[in-house]
């Protein structure tokens, strides 16, 4: 079956600074890769998927996430972090072959300091 | 377009007490999916609907959660008895069909959620 790590639990970067949030998958074949947002008292909110093509995904809100098959990860990005993008981020895996259903990474909660 | 509705928002319970949760679909999505989401963790999927048959339940602890889709649209999803361990967040998610298909367009759209608080 698959699975997501992600790494850290806490992230605290400053405002205007980048950002790196990691994800590590486990599953034999190409996977379905996402990133969700989810603020205080919110739904999840989808940032970006990856199915298949270029492995460099642009989402909304000026993320970005890079596949690497050779690292099993689908890390995001974002080149300058506004104090709105303080939330909780999940990274998820779907296949095909479990009948698309997501699994989810503990999250990583994203402090963003002024 | 309405996103994804669920009721209550939040619920305070003891435990043994059953209790019940409600969620509407985007109009149109033939797949619904219940998740719960414990402090700390990230969410995990109880059961998935296609119309009003359920495609996965293999997570649901059937002793005492259940859930229906009358007419393939809302949904219920009931605890009872209620434990101290259910304590989390019900997601409700719902996506327009399950096969990711060319071009991946079975994105999932959450609801808010309800916060359930066994005491």
């Known amino acids: 079956a698959q699975s997501v790590t992600q790494p850290d639990i806490h992230i605290t970067v400053s405002e205007g600074a980048s950002l790196e949030l990691r994800c590590n998958y486990s599953?034999?074949?190409?996977?379905?890769l996402f990133w969700y947002v989810q603020s205080p008292g919110q739904g999840l909110q989808l940032l970006l998927k990856?199915?298949?093509?270029?492995?460099l995904v642009q989402g909304i809100k000026g993320f970005e996430a890079e596949f690497k098959r050779s690292q099993s990860s689908f890390n995001l990005r974002k080149p300058s972090v506004h104090w709105s993008d303080a939330a909780e981020y999940f990274c998820?895996?779907?296949?095909?072959?479990?009948?698309?259903?997501?699994?989810f990474g503990a999250g990583t909660i994203l402090r963003v300091k002024s | 377009e309405a996103g994804v509705a669920q009721s209550p928002r939040y619920k305070i319970i003891e435990k043994r007490q059953s209790v019940a949760f409600w969620c509407n679909p985007i109009s149109g999505h033939a797949t619904l999916y219940w998740y719960q989401q414990i402090l700390g963790q990230g969410p995990k999927l109880l059961i998935q609907f296609q119309n009003n048959g359920v495609v996965d339940d293999s997570q649901l602890p059937k002793d005492r959660f259940s859930a229906e889709r009358l007419k393939g649209v809302d949904s219920t999803l009931k605890i009872q008895p209620a434990k101290l361990e259910d304590s989390a967040v019900y997601l409700c998610?719902?996506?327009?069909?399950?096969?990711w298909g060319a071009g991946g367009t079975d994105t999932q759209y959450f609801g808010p959620g309800t916060r359930l608080t066994v005491l």
């Open positions: 990856y199915f298949s093509g270029d492995t």
């Open positions: 998820a895996v779907g296949a095909a072959e479990y009948g698309n259903k997501l699994v």
């Open positions: 599953y034999g074949a190409t996977p379905y």
């Open positions: 998610a719902s996506s327009f069909n399950p096969g």
